[in-house]
């Protein structure tokens, strides 16, 4: 049996043009051949003209020729997704990062700078962890706490933590339930929750509609029922000068606004842009004296 002779350079142009030949970004074939490769992205291009053996480029065009076909998200073939510059673990179970969560994170950052010591954050529907993770990791004085309704979940989000070293206390809670019975007691609640309506499913990319878990995709209520759900128990949870922190669907700056607005009418409320220029992050001080 004659072995075939592939070089890095050779497998990474076929496993291309396959996902160009089936629609799909073929930059999914150079995060696939570095994840078999053990490659960084400087070793790919200092590895060019070496030869691959047939096992390796064999896996290459499995998860390739799967990804082509199915849409499964490279992260699932993977196991991981960079957020924050972390490598983080995930898997069908829990939604992966996205690159406007990061713009959430850097903001809240940016708000409680001043004087986070000891502030209290809990971050509600958690997930993989990468919001609890990251505020910690970026600002160690903060007291995280994460909550989530999947203890699967759960499972990845620990073991995040544990892998990074992130001090966080994991509570399985639906929405803010763990916390009612500590009245005013957190400083601030931050959330990327289900906010899309059910009626929108078909519109998906099947790589989002076929494999991110529908817990943590999906809601009621025109996708505003997990905003009013967190809103209704922060008025309970939160502290006379708490902060609220959401991540938004494109549409909804102004429906969130409202919904917080009818709980906390004298409010400090924000609609912020992401980095494309849409409506994705609405803010909420509590207690802001207003001239």
Known sequence: MIKMTVTVQEALKRASLFLTKHQREEKIAEILLRHHLQFSKLDLLMHLKDVITDE???????????HAHTGVPVQHLTGVETFFGRIFSVSDQVLIPRQETEE???MVLEMVSKDPV?????????????????????????QVEAADISTDALKIAKLNSQRLEADIRFVESDFLSAWLPEPHQVDVVVSNPPYIAYHEKAMLSDTV??????????????????YRKIISEAKTVLKTKGLLAFEIGFSQGDKVAALIREVFPEAEITVRQDMFGRDRF???RLGVTKR
């Open 56 to 66: 390796q480029f064999a896996l290459v065009m499995k998860d390739v020729e799967r």
């Open 104 to 106: 959430l994170v850097q």
């Open 118 to 142: 000891g502030l209290r954050v809990v971050d509600v529907g958690t997930g993989s962890g990468v919001i609890a993770i990251t505020l910690k990791k970026e600002c160690p004085a903060l």
């Open 209 to 226: 509609r076929d494999f991110d878990p529908e817990l943590a995709l999906f809601t009621e209520e025109e996708g505003t029922y997990s």
């Open 282 to 284: 609405v803010f909420a």
